[in-house]
């Protein structure tokens, strides 16, 4: 079992900027990736971001692609997402998520571990 706490959340103006945390316990011996997913009020859950917990490669929707940056701490056992120039649209519930297989991908299907979620508001 791996255990997973966010943080980081809250509201911020359009352009600004946030940091998500994800701290993991438990079972991290098992990790094989983590990613970010996020849900909108009436939306389907989205992919945001993935890393690979050993090689570091990550992959990112196209949404977010020049804005977000994914990257881990092993040490910490701790995932980020630093996501800058932020709009509106991006107002979600983030969830951060283990996938214990090796590969990363951001299909939220084969993800086996998730966080409670960390609310994120980007007003206009």
């Known amino acids: 079992q791996v255990q997973l706490v966010e943080s980081g959340g809250g509201l911020v103006q359009a352009g600004g900027s946030l940091r998500l945390s994800c701290a993991a316990s438990g079972g991290t011996f098992s990790i094989g990736a983590m990613g970010w997913f996020r849900q909108a009020p009436g939306k389907e859950r989205e992919s945001v971001a993935g890393?690979?917990?050993?090689?570091?490669?990550?992959v990112y929707a196209d949404s977010v692609k020049g804005r977000f940056t994914i990257s881990r701490d092993n040490a910490k056992n701790t995932l980020y997402l630093q996501m800058n120039s932020l709009k509106p649209e991006d107002t979600a519930v983030y969830y951060c998520?283990?996938?214990?297989?090796?590969?990363?991908?951001?299909?939220?299907?084969?993800?086996?571990?998730w966080g409670q979620g960390t609310q994120v508001t980007v007003s206009s």
């Open positions: 890393i690979s917990w050993g090689t570091g490669n990550t």
């Open positions: 998520a283990v996938k214990t297989t090796r590969g990363v991908v951001i299909d939220a299907r084969v993800y086996n571990y």
